[in-house]
């Protein structure tokens, strides 16, 4: 008699949700996701998101989890960008902090996540694919922007933004954890 462990148990639970959730947000494949425009992403254009993850004076700090990714204006998740975990150790336990991104896109965790990273500033960008692989159309998007730190602060920036075919700039309002975020799109 053979025994699945609980993590074969759950990444069969997480594939098996994951077909399920693809199967309802895109019944008849790719061709289903129209904007009311008809218009593609642009190719060449991409969205820059550069945020500031706070560092914390006195004690020790610890790193942040972090998830950046984009929804629709339904608020459906589109792609995600990226996160930075520890998936080894007690640290997964952690992971579910990420409440808003952990409750959608948990079962792609294997194939998104990087190590966690000492507070600062980063930058990430979208080059308008979805996490199926094809373009976006253009349109109206949330820029979510998701931090948790172990026995520490949550922070959730969540932002519209409407991408066309004009360059913009846009500052995000900050966040506890998030000091500072801002998007650009324009020529990659």
Same mark, same amino acid.
Do not use: H
């Given at each position: 008699?053979?025994?699945? @462990?609980?993590?074969? &148990? $759950?990444r069969? /639970? %997480?594939?098996? @949700?994951?077909a399920l &959730? $693809?199967?309802? /947000? %895109?019944?008849?494949g790719?061709?289903? &996701?129209t904007p009311?425009?008809?218009?593609?992403?642009?190719a060449?254009?991409?969205l820059d998101i550069?945020?500031?993850?706070a560092?914390?004076?006195?004690?020790r700090?610890?790193?942040?989890?972090?998830?950046v990714?984009?929804?629709?204006a339904q608020?459906?998740?589109?792609?995600?960008l990226t996160v930075?975990a520890?998936?080894t150790?007690?640290?997964?336990?952690?992971?579910p902090?990420?409440?808003r991104?952990?409750?959608?896109?948990g079962?792609?965790?294997d194939?998104?996540?990087g190590?966690t990273?000492?507070?600062?500033?980063?930058a990430?960008?979208?080059?308008?694919?979805t996490?199926?692989g094809?373009?976006?159309?253009?349109?109206?998007y949330?820029?979510?922007?998701?931090?948790?730190?172990?026995h520490?602060?949550?922070?959730l920036?969540?932002e519209k933004?409407t991408?066309?075919?004009t360059?913009?700039?846009?500052?995000?309002?900050?966040?506890?954890?998030?000091?500072?975020?801002s998007?650009?799109?324009?020529?990659?």
């Open positions: 008699m053979t025994f699945d @462990t609980r993590r074969s &148990v $759950l069969k /639970l %997480a594939l098996g @949700t994951a &959730v $693809l199967s309802r /947000l %895109a019944p008849a790719a061709a289903a &996701v009311a425009t008809g218009k593609r992403w642009v060449g254009q991409a550069t945020f500031t993850v560092t914390q004076a006195g004690g700090v610890r790193r942040p989890y972090v998830a990714w984009i929804e629709d608020g459906n998740p589109v792609r995600t930075w520890q998936t150790g007690r640290g997964p336990r952690w992971i902090d990420l409440r991104w952990y409750r959608e896109n079962e792609l965790l194939t998104v996540s190590p990273r000492n507070p600062g500033t980063y990430v960008v979208w080059d308008g694919k996490d199926r094809v373009l976006a159309p253009q349109g109206d949330y820029v979510c922007i998701e931090t948790a730190r172990e520490g602060p949550y922070s920036v969540r933004v991408v066309g075919a360059a913009f700039k846009k500052t995000l309002t900050a966040d506890n954890d998030i000091e500072a975020a998007v650009s799109f324009g020529k990659a």
